[in-house]
């Protein structure tokens, strides 16, 4: 079965750098979740989308921006990088339905390191 | 704000044997939902059971349970014959019913000894 897509799996940046996480949902899953797992941390919720609108955001710092396109993939823009901003970036997606109900299809990240 | 707290950083179970991980929430939310996430080494979250806040029957799913108080607020995860493959980082959550993603808990290592 089809899963969730991140690319890149893993990404070094300098400081002060930008970086760009991409994310493909399971087909016909038409919202879409950001998560920050810090090192040894539980995951952060940083914002969602739901037929390319942003639906609800938590935590994400104003240097972060994200959008979910026609084709329902997600972008999450990451901007003055910080080293406090490495971390594993997941996303995850689900059927409007099952999202409701917070079960969601997570993808298996994307590493970034901030040097 | 809701929370979901997990005091046991780690826990150690023999294979074959019965280990309970602990989970209590707090929520505002009269309809709500409960998670149990197993996150292997390969770092990829996947759902093990859930349970509805409006269900008072516990939800199972072969080999995992789970023991839901809701007046006591605690939503424990009991796996039956462990499996070394049962070793991961386990993540109770918690959904308020909306689009707004779900809080975690800090997490419980669960080791597997052979």
């Known amino acids: 079965a089809a899963g969730v897509i991140q690319s890149p799996r893993h990404l070094i940046k300098e400081k002060r750098e930008t970086a760009t996480l991409k994310c493909y949902p399971i087909?016909?899953?038409?919202?879409v979740y950001w998560y920050q797992q810090g090192p040894g941390q539980d995951p952060q919720f940083l914002i969602s989308?739901?037929?390319?609108?942003?639906?609800d955001k938590g935590s994400i710092p104003d240097r972060f921006s994200a959008q979910q396109f026609s084709d329902y993939h997600s972008e999450l823009n990451m901007s003055s990088l910080e080293l406090g901003d490495s971390a594993l970036y997941f996303c995850?997606?689900?059927?409007?339905?099952?999202?409701?109900?917070?079960?969601?299809?997570f993808g298996e990240g994307s590493r970034l390191t901030v040097l | 704000a809701q929370t979901v707290t997990q005091s046991q950083p780690e826990m150690s179970v023999q294979e074959a044997e019965t280990v309970t991980l602990s989970c209590t929430y707090d929520?505002?939310?009269?309809?709500?939902?409960l998670f149990w996430y197993k996150q292997p080494p390969s770092r990829q979250m996947i759902l093990v059971i859930r349970?509805?806040?409006?269900?008072?029957q516990n939800a199972t799913e072969n080999r995992f349970s789970v023991n839901f108080q809701k007046a006591a607020k605690s939503f424990s995860l009991k796996i039956s014959d462990s499996q070394l493959g049962d070793a991961a980082m386990y993540f109770c959550?918690?959904?308020?019913?909306?689009?707004?993603?779900?809080?975690f808990g800090k997490g419980t290592h669960l080791i597997i000894q052979p």
């Open positions: 087909p016909r899953h038409d919202t």
């Open positions: 989308f739901y037929e390319k609108m942003q639906s």
């Open positions: 959550a918690l959904s308020g019913g909306g689009a707004d993603g779900l809080t």
């Open positions: 929520t505002s939310e009269s309809d709500y939902y």
């Open positions: 995850a997606s689900s059927p409007w339905d099952r999202a409701r109900t917070g079960e969601l299809f």
């Open positions: 349970q509805e806040a409006y269900k008072q």
